[in-house]
T-cell receptor
Framework: DADVTQTPRNRITKTGKRIMLECSQT?????MYWYRQDPGLGLQLIYY???????NKGEISDGYSVSRQAQAKFSLSLESAIPNQTALYFC????????????FGDGTRLSIL | ELKVEQNPLFLSMQEGKNYTIYCNYS?????LYWYRQDPGKSLESLFV?????AVKQEGRLMASLDTKARLSTLHITAAVHDLSATYFC?????????????FGKGTLLTVNP
């Protein structure tokens, strides 16, 4: 089983719909992250959380919100989806030590029509 | 604002040849991470470089970090088809707290027979 699980893996929806992407992890890490990947642009940080009560905006948080329901669960919501939010979304976790990389889920491919 | 630039962005090479991918970054940091991504897949950690002069090797890949030049290199020796993937470097932009990574745009490597 994957250590970092994202659901759904693929989603097609319409403009204006509310969408929730979910991430759960079994690594026991305190830190969780949501990234967005667009072709040719690398990854951009949307939100990150150090624990259940500590949630922070990343560089592209506009149009997104998050919820940290438990240490192991971190959800990303698009309140009213728009086509330019079509992208590949990744959840990642880390234990906060510099000699350990962030661990990524398999991604959610989101298409907004 | 930290900028991370990779070059080349596209690299087509023949099996058996050597080549280097470069990762330049714009502010002081001594924490740099290399990841590999296969098409449609997650990001897999390759190397963690944590100090000036750090060198790590795994199989046909070797990564190094020169913090004074703000430069990391990923050297490929005697390329094989299985190395075809997109390679990302990411720089820790959080002053050592390891919570914020800034990614390069990635280098798409294609190894031809």
């Amino acid at each position: 089983d994957a250590d970092v699980t994202q659901t759904p893996r693929n989603r097609i929806t319409k403009t204006g719909k509310r969408i929730m992407l979910e991430c759960s992890q079994t690594k026991g890490h305190d830190r969780m992250y949501w990234y967005r990947q667009d072709p040719g642009l690398g990854l951009q940080l949307i939100y990150y959380s150090f624990d259940v009560k500590d949630i922070n905006k990343g560089e592209i948080s506009d149009g997104y919100s998050v919820s940290r329901q438990a240490q192991a669960k971190f959800s990303l919501s698009l309140e009213s989806a728009i086509p330019n939010q079509t992208a590949l979304y990744f959840c990642a976790t880390s234990d906060g030590t510099v000699n350990q990389p962030q661990h990524f889920g398999d991604g959610t491919r989101l298409s907004i029509l | 604002e930290l900028k991370v630039e990779q070059n080349p962005l596209f690299l087509s090479m023949q099996e058996g040849k050597n080549y280097t991918i470069y990762c330049n970054y714009s502010t002081t940091s001594d924490r740099l991470y290399w990841y590999r991504q296969d098409p449609g897949k997650s990001l897999e950690s390759l190397f963690v470089l944590l100090s000036n002069g750090a060198v790590k090797q795994e199989g046909r890949l070797m990564a190094s970090l020169d913090t004074k030049a703000r430069l990391s290199t990923l050297h490929i020796t005697a390329a094989v088809h299985d190395l075809s993937a997109t390679y990302f470097c990411a720089v820790d932009d959080s002053g050592g707290s390891n919570y914020k990574l800034t990614f390069g745009k990635g280098t798409l490597l294609t190894v031809n027979p």
